[in-house]
């Protein structure tokens, strides 16, 4: 069984900063893309942003210059570093890893969210 964990989302003013983690438990042979998802109230959910394996990064415009995406492979984890938080960065926001779990194949996984709130 393949859970992922996140923590770090809480209440922030705006111009903050937060940093969220994420962390794969369980079996877990490799993992390809790792990334963050947000969904706000009233919205489809959108890309935040993902990291590859190797390191290359892709982000959504609306994010580009203010958030940091970053990953520990020997952790199974990722982050995202966020600053200069703006109010429509609230939303719940949800980990995603494209991961091989035990059946060896590859299977894309969600954590279960954690609410940023930007707001004075």
């Known amino acids: 069984q393949v859970q992922l964990v996140e923590s770090g989302g809480g209440l922030v003013q705006p111009g903050g900063s937060l940093r969220l983690s994420c962390e794969a438990s369980g079996t877990v042979f490799s993992i390809n893309d790792m990334g963050w998802y947000r969904q706000a109230p009233g919205k489809q959910r959108e890309l935040v942003a993902t990291i590859e394996p190797g390191g290359i990064t892709n982000y959504a415009d609306s994010v580009e210059g203010r958030f940091t995406v970053s990953r520990d492979n020997a952790k199974k984890r990722v982050s995202l570093q966020m600053d200069s938080l703006k109010p429509e960065d609230t939303a719940v926001y949800y980990c995603?890893?494209?991961?091989?779990?035990?059946?060896?194949?590859?299977?894309?996984?969600w954590g279960q969210g954690t609410q940023v709130t930007v707001s004075s």
């Open positions: 995603y890893a494209d991961l091989q779990d035990w059946s060896a194949r590859f299977v894309d996984y």
